[in-house]
């Protein structure tokens, strides 16, 4: 299958500062990708849908001042949590459609647990 | 608002017995997919059924999907152990623009 890379895996970081979260598609191009949170014990919840250059549409509750998306290319998107705080340490996880119609696949990284405190 | 519901939420099985999970969804579909997560892991792609599919197999997994009911099923046979995780069912379709949902997911504990 398709491989996405995504990192840091794992990110400690001080109340207030900003964190960006990198995804980048290895061997294929999307023009469609998410992002995703997930707290602990329960399901991923989607933040956003990017498509390949225009904006992203974030999904009802998502601030999209505070959770930056830009997806510069068919292979790379970023996720940046700006002035971070305690309540957003959760686990994000990006994800690249490929494929369409019925065949539409998503590829996913390997998660990143942000931690901030 | 996010799609489906899954149940079980949780399930306990022991080792050698089969597991059904139940995942239902809200709006016509292109496919829909079953993924396993181990805890605090990534996601593990299992299976993908379309929506003109009403059964697929893979090893121990079988999943079967109703469109007409907005449900799909998948069940793993002759459970081992090594099957304890979170599993999730998630849906690809189309509203503006794709969109891939997932379930509230059930967590299989498989007892040795």
């Known amino acids: 299958g398709a491989v996405v890379s995504q990192h840091p895996s794992r990110v400690i970081c001080k109340s207030g500062t900003s964190v960006k979260i990198e995804c980048r598609s290895l061997?294929?191009?999307?023009?469609?990708m998410f992002w995703y949170r997930q707290f602990p014990k329960q399901s991923l919840m989607l933040m956003a849908t990017s498509n390949e250059g225009s904006k992203a549409t974030y999904e009802q509750g998502v601030e999209k001042d505070k959770f930056l998306i830009n997806h510069a290319s068919l292979t790379l998107s970023t996720l940046t949590v700006t002035s971070a705080h305690p309540e957003d340490s959760s686990f994000y996880i990006c994800?690249?459609?490929?494929?369409?119609?019925?065949?539409?696949?998503?590829?996913f990284g390997q998660g990143t647990r942000l931690t901030v405190v | 608002s996010q799609q489906g519901e899954e149940d079980p939420q949780a399930l306990s099985i022991q080792e050698g017995e089969n597991a059904t999970m139940n995942c239902s969804y809200k709006?016509?579909?292109?496919?829909l997919q079953w993924y396993r997560q181990n805890s605090g892991r990534g996601l593990v792609h299992l299976i993908l059924i379309r929506s003109n599919e009403r059964e697929k197999h893979s090893g121990r997994l079988r999943v079967t999907l109703d469109t007409s009911k907005k449900s799909s099923s998948l069940l793993i046979t002759a459970s081992r152990a090594a099957d304890t995780a979170s599993y999730f069912c998630a849906t690809v379709w189309m509203d503006s623009s794709y969109k891939l949902i997932f379930g509230s997911g059930t967590r299989l504990l498989v007892r040795p």
């Open positions: 061997d294929f191009q999307a023009t469609t």
């Open positions: 709006t016509s579909i292109n496919n």
């Open positions: 994800s690249f459609l490929s494929g369409g119609g019925l065949n539409t696949e998503a590829f």
